[in-house]
């Protein structure tokens, strides 16, 4: 039976009614890309690009960046690669960057906030992404914590400058999407579709700015629910505005891995879940147990309950799960 499940989990996952359901995982370095597909993961979901920056004395040049990310590639053998650029601020200093402290790092200068604040580490970083995907398919660039469509706007344009500068043209599969971790990104999907490729929903960053409770703080763990209707609406929200614009959108959040949001999600219009690499098997299996019209219709009914344990209720009363 082990055996049975490992060899499914390598298998794509499909729906009952046949909608395929990327099933990625999240990672860190080329080590954890070669375990994701071990696990059986379609491809990496998020590659938190930190550890490269992090606890060092200087920051990594170009070359050096490009080995790290060439190494990921080669380890996934041309399934998607989507590579977040620096996701530092004030709660994540880097030691070669004297930044201000700020009274609310959470709501400071981070992500790509940081990045085109300090124009050079995202230049660098987009050149080396850009070189990696001139020598593997399917990698994709995303950017952390955006609020607005400018940022996006200005991001894209580095892009496009880092694709001159680097010459030779992204191989197939190339792509340039956002995280949407801040309301007013979701709120804001409409505008943002039609400068991105794709949307990618950081649901522990945006479970924290919606409910305005502090990820890390245990006092408000009941609070910080990413089954809350409120952030429901927000998923459904970028979901609609991404269908419309023939965008796809993804959840690179904890909240992918939790058997009672897999169906949810999907229903709302989620195709990409990426999850720790030991979830990866169960979730497949959750998704080969759905049918999408019945995800769709439960989905519909959550966005509609008045709580996060009233979304709970539903869903494991409906699908008949572990409560
Ligand atoms: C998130 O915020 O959901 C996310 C995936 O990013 P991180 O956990 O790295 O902030
Ligand atoms: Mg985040």
Not at 75 to 88: C, H, M, Q
Not at 195 to 202: A, N
Not at 227 to 235: D, K, M, T, W
């Amino acid at each position: 039976a082990a055996e049975q499940a490992r060899a499914a989990a390598d298998q794509p996952a499909f729906t009952r009614d046949e909608t395929r359901i990327e099933v990625a995982a999240n990672a860190a370095d080329a080590d954890d890309a070669a375990a994701a597909v071990a696990a059986g993961a379609d491809g990496i979901g998020l590659l938190r690009t930190e550890f490269a920056f992090l606890g060092r004395p200087a920051m990594p040049d170009e070359d050096e960046q490009t080995a790290l990310y060439e190494a990921a590639a080669t380890a996934l053998g041309g399934r998607p690669l989507v590579i977040r650029t620096l996701d530092a601020g004030a709660d994540k200093p880097l030691p070669y960057l004297a930044m201000p402290a700020e009274e609310n790092p959470f709501l400071g200068v981070r992500g790509l906030r940081l990045g085109l604040a300090r124009r050079e580490l995202l230049r660098t970083q987009l050149r080396a992404i850009v070189r990696t995907a001139t020598a593997h398919e399917n990698i994709k660039v995303m950017f952390p914590m955006v609020a607005t469509v400018d940022e996006v706007r200005t991001a894209r344009r580095m892009v496009d400058e880092a694709c001159a500068h680097v010459g030779g043209t992204p191989r197939d599969g190339f792509e340039v999407g956002i995280m949407v971790e801040v309301p007013a990104a979701a709120l804001l999907s409409v505008q943002l579709a039609h400068v991105v490729d794709f949307f990618s929903l950081g649901t522990n960053d945006l479970t924290q700015y919606t409910l305005a409770a502090e990820r890390g703080n245990a006092a408000l763990a009941q609070l910080a629910d990413g089954l809350h209707p409120a952030l429901l609406r927000l998923v459904h929200e970028v979901c609609h505005a991404a269908r419309a614009n023939g965008r796809w959108v993804g959840v690179c959040g904890e909240l992918a891995a939790d058997p009672v949001a897999v169906p949810l999600l999907v229903g709302l219009g989620v195709r990409e879940l990426s999850v720790a690499a030991p979830s990866v098997a169960a979730v497949k299996a959750a998704v080969r147990q759905l049918d999408l019209e019945d995800a769709a219709a439960l989905a519909h009914a959550a966005l509609a309950a008045d709580s996060a344990a009233a979304v709970r209720d539903l869903v494991v009363s409906d699908r008949d799960l572990p409560g």
